[in-house]
């Protein structure tokens, strides 16, 4: 993997939820990861996440703050594989602040609990970053 900026600073995240959606027949499955984290300054179009080998399928951000929750349009999602990333950009500038955000994903085959956090869900995926993590919560529901 090619060294790039520290995600952990641009983004501090306070929880994830998972959610493993198990599929009839033989379409597979379908991942659901809510983060609710800190987005840090600069102001940016985008929100850059670790992720191998997953495919991610839809995507919203949401900012919470005291004017109420304002959703920002995903304008794109840009997969680097080379950099094990995933970047949702937006058309609105996201400022600094508390935000949530929301994403569909393609899961591995097999979900093995030794694989590294970015190869089973979309994360920031730095040891300086989990050390924040209030929690993690995981359910599993069959379609």
């Known amino acids: 993997m090619k060294r790039s900026e520290s995600l952990a600073r641009l983004f501090v995240p306070g929880s994830?939820?998972?959610t493993l959606i198990?599929?009839?027949a033989d379409t597979g499955a379908e991942g659901l990861v809510t983060i609710t984290g800190q987005?840090?300054?600069p102001p940016s179009k985008r929100i850059t996440l670790h992720q191998k080998g997953l495919?991610?399928?839809g995507a919203r951000i949401v900012r919470h703050d005291k004017k109420g929750d304002q959703e920002f349009s995903i304008?794109?999602?840009n997969h680097l594989p080379t950099f094990e990333?995933?970047?949702l950009h937006t058309k609105e500038t996201l400022f600094p602040g508390p935000y949530e955000i929301i994403i569909n994903f393609?899961?591995?085959p097999k979900l093995e609990s030794k694989l590294p956090k970015r190869k089973l869900f979309p994360c920031i995926d730095e040891p300086s970053a989990w050390s924040g993590v209030q929690s993690i919560s995981t359910s599993s529901i069959a379609s």
């Open 16 to 18: 994830y939820v998972l």
């Open 55 to 57: 495919k991610i399928t």
């Open 22 to 24: 198990q599929a009839k």
């Open 106 to 108: 393609s899961p591995q």
């Open 75 to 77: 304008a794109r999602i």
């Open 39 to 41: 987005k840090m300054p």
């Open 85 to 87: 990333q995933v970047r």
